[in-house]
């Protein structure tokens, strides 16, 4: 993939985190500035990436705007070390991390984090409560009143002679997924329990005058409504999910994504740096901790209370942080200005 206008070139991602191991994917990231004619017609583009996204450029102005956002991708590549750099044009010393470093690079690097936890939880939860394919039916959310308990209907069935297809429910007013169940043994009036195994709620019956009331069911909607969403939700991950890092996550045991919370901890980290000392450290001094992590060779309730524990440093070293609230604008305005006229 070639770039034109070449700006800054640098290995991104484990290499520069100095966590590369053998199996590791090399990624680059750098910055290129538009051709003169395309950034004065409005065409320039603000990015360019190759079809997996392991060369990302970012152009001139959109990197700029991403450093005043306090874009932890941006200010990571400003900041790569020197073992990561392939190619640094002198244009780029007018931007200097220190000028990019805010109040603000809480939110944008604890954000991730914070993403990352729940999904953490979320994942240990499939992990460990696979959902069968075939979805539960509207039956096994009911339950037959009697004797001043409930029963699941089921269970109820099963120990009487009657038929689901032969029992007709009528709402009673007043009252909220309780039913009157009237028992038709001849098969003429009655609906059934619901109108067939992909139903989404019980099946009301027209019963004749005269007809005994047999008992009464309750249908838990919102139980089942849950059961559902959270049905759809983990069928959706099964299929978006990807194979290779679940085959990890299950290899190490621990029922987590393992290398999602190596980057939760080392983000943290690296933030707790920029409120303490003023300064973002890209390369990391904990390679074979944060590997360690990555291995899956701590339970996830360790793993959460590391980042929790890391979350609560990071709140106190920000209530008493210097640095500035955000990006002074006419600095990185000017200093943008300067860059393209220089280059132009």
Known sequence: MKVENLLLNCRSGSHAYGLATETSDEDFRGVFYAAKHDFYAGAAP???????ND?????????????????????????SPAEAILYRHPVMEQLRIEDFLTKACKNTFAGYAIT?????????????????????PVEHFCYVLTDGKSIPLLTWLSKTSFASCDLALVRIDHT????????????????????????????????????????????????????????REYWQWVGARNDVRYESTLS????????????????????????????????????DFLLRVKAGAFPLDTVLEMAES???A??????????????DKAMAAGRLVGMREELY
């Not at 939880?121 to 409560?129: E, P």
């Not at 990071?314 to 990006?327: D, F, G, H, I, R």
């Open 46 to 52: 603000e990015q360019v990436a190759d079809a997996n």
């Open 55 to 79: 060369r990302v450029y970012y152009e001139l102005g959109r990197f700029v705007e991403l450093l005043t956002k306090a874009n932890p991708t941006a200010l990571e590549l400003l900041a």
């Open 116 to 136: 990352q936890i729940r999904k953490a939880r979320g994942l240990n939860k499939k992990v460990h409560n696979p959902m069968p394919k075939e979805r539960k």
């Open 176 to 231: 909220r997924g309780v039913y009157a169940v009237y028992h038709d043994p001849g098969g003429t009036w009655a609906e059934g329990i619901t109108s067939g195994p992909n139903a989404n709620d019980v099946h009301l019956s027209s019963v004749p005058k005269g007809q005994k009331c047999l008992t009464y069911l309750s249908f838990n909607h919102d139980g089942y409504s849950v059961y559902c969403r959270n049905h």
């Open 252 to 287: 190490h045991g621990q029922g987590y994504d393992s290398k999602n919370m190596m980057h939760t901890i080392r983000l943290l980290d690296m933030a707790i740096e920029i409120f303490r000392d003023g300064q973002l450290n890209v390369l990391r001094p904990d390679r």
């Open 310 to 312: 890391r979350l609560a």
């Open 314 to 327: 990071l709140e106190a070293y920000a209530a008493k942080s210097n640095l500035p609230a955000t990006v």
